[in-house]
């Protein structure tokens, strides 16, 4: 009994919690328009947010692409058909691991320093005295960080999948000399531009709302104290990630 | 509604039998408060009496159970968040700690309500900053960053950025809180003299006694949530209460007792070892 009361509540926080993100979305949609007449305040986010998590975005992406070579060819070659490898290591980055991938390093690094951006200016009365200043901080601060969060997921996902095809090249090609002209035409023939370039680019999409949202939502609500901000910052990531991983199954239940 | 709190009446600030609860505690019962247009009026009281809370609910940024109150002829709480952001143009707020904006050096925090609220041409913005600037003595730390400031410096930068928008009434939240001598002697100069070259309304919350005796007109002593006196420095001074007087003079026991009320010392100290 006493643990079905438990679930309860979990279920009712969380449902509580995915209410009060979706109502704090539809305010930052609503202000979007409005957002948009300073883009100078949405690209100096797509600097601070996608710009700044390039390094780590391309590191991770060389390595997950050489992975998916090397991974790919000892398979490959078990049935002699390494001259796929190429569709191989694009299908892998495009449909999942691309998006999945940087979205997940996204909630670490641009997330954490969105939520523990907002919650502490909100620690240090910093949202206040802009409120007191007649500017409202969710216009101000929170939905020109959430746009420009939006905007650069798809960016990075598309690096990423670059560096990591590169990544794939680099193993399969020079490393194991798999046939070059192979590698590339695979690709060429057998990656379908709707079923997999699209579907990709929709899901980076999603989770660059879901994950940007999470970030702000819980800056913005976090206890104004050091241990909220903390909470709040470690809320993000267990979130983010959770969230995104449960999108992927959904989306790609639907597309594919 | 009476006709003090007119555009132009005598009061500009009113509030008439204002009750906020919060939790259990009841903060405010039944408070009558008017603020004079021009003055200098100071709301003193002990930590803990909601004077902080009072400027938030003079300034919207929290909604009274119940009761009047009218700032310029507005009732704040019954305001759409655009009329209060309206009203808010002609407020200026001190925070205790300044609220300025870390990221930004200190003529961006100046300039900032100009950014947001005007098309002024650059040129003029500049101009505008470096004249409230100058008043508070700090055009030469306009490139500084606030973590550069010291704690006096901050506030005056967060005065500065205060009437940048020429408010009407200006609010300070413990404005000496911390404060080393000199700085202290800074900020009670300034706002007097902003006070009078700027024509504003200043209300001050603070708990400082004598600062706030060489600075006010008039000064407000609340506690228990209720107006325990009002007067003019001179006339607290004076007050024959002796609540007021141990409020003024800083006594250590009187009617607000030393203790905390708690149960008796010794039924609670043998309670505990008969557990």
Known sequence: MRVLREAYYILLGFLEMMGACGLFLFRLLRYTPHALRRPGLIFQQVFNIGAMSLVLIMVSGLFVGMVLGLQ??????????TNILGTLVALGLLRELGPVITALLYAGRAGTALTSEIG???ATEQLAGMEMMAVDPVRRIVVPRFLGGVISMPLLVGIFN??????GY?????????DRGSFWSEIHARVDFQEDFVSGIIKSFVFGVAATLIAVFEGYYAQPTAEGVSRATTRTVVNSAVAVLALDFLLTALMF | MASDSDKHGK??????GLKYRRGEKLIFDGLDIDILRGKVTAIMGPSGTGKTTLLSIMTGQVLPDKGKVLVDGKSVPTLSSDELFELRKEMGFLFQNGALFTDYSVYENVVFPLREHTDLPESLIRHIALMKLQAVGLRGAADLMPAELSGGMARRVALARAIAFDPKIIFYDEPFTGLDPISMGVIVRLIRELNDNLGLTSIIVSHDVEEVSSVSDHSYLISEGKVVAYGTPQELEQNKSAWVRQFMKGL?????????????????LLGERAK
Not at chain 2, 11 to 16: D, G, L, M, V
Not at chain 2, 252 to 258: H, T
């Open chain 1, 162 to 167: 670059a560096v990591g095809l590169l990544g």
């Open chain 2, 11 to 16: 009061h500009i600030i009113e509030i008439r």
């Open chain 1, 72 to 81: 790919g060819f000892n398979t490959l070659n078990k049935f002699g058909s």
């Open chain 1, 120 to 122: 502490l200016m909100r």
């Open chain 2, 252 to 268: 250590a026991d009187g009617p607000v007792p030393f203790h905390y009320p708690a149960p008796d010392l010794a039924t609670q």
């Open chain 1, 170 to 178: 680099y193993l399969g090609v020079i490393h194991m000399h798999v």
